[in-house]
């Protein structure tokens, strides 16, 4: 399982939501194998001064990946590098941040999560 949480500004991303979710996804399909049909993202769009970071531009985009616990290091650097290269978007203006927990602490379908079966790997 893997969740994504994207902020950026309003008055630059609305509208692009789509095209952002498929370049991210696309990273999170070939890095870690995750199912195309599994895809959980939320954008938090912002006002322009909700969003305070003067040493980036108005593109900036901060993205956390939220997941189980499982994937190793290299395939967290593996996600890393295909998001900057997939959406090619200027390194400065990309932020990302893998949060990780304990399946057990995910309650899916009624079960906490280390009671679920996937269809797909975790340990990666």
């Known amino acids: 399982m893997a969740q994504l949480k994207i902020y950026g500004r309003r008055d630059v991303w609305a509208g692009r939501q789509r095209e952002v979710s ?3 996804h696309a990273s999170l399909v070939s890095a870690w194998g995750l199912p195309e049909e599994k895809r959980f993202h939320r954008f ?3 006002d322009a001064d909700d969003l ?3 040493q980036r531009s108005e593109n900036y ?3 956390e990946v939220i997941c189980f616990t499982g994937r190793s290091d290299d395939a967290k650097r593996a996600l ?12 400065d203006d ?6 990780e927990m304990p399946k057990v602490n995910w309650g899916i379908r009624g ?3 280390d ?3 996937l269809s797909y790997k975790v340990e990666v």
């Open 115 to 117: 009671e679920l079966a």
């Open 80 to 91: 890393i590098r295909s998001m900057y290269e997939k959406t090619g978007f200027d390194p």
């Open 111 to 113: 079960v906490p999560a």
């Open 22 to 24: 498929d370049l991210l």
């Open 52 to 54: 305070v970071c003067p």
């Open 94 to 99: 990309l932020e990302i941040t893998i949060i």
């Open 61 to 63: 985009l901060i993205v």
């Open 44 to 46: 938090l769009l912002l």
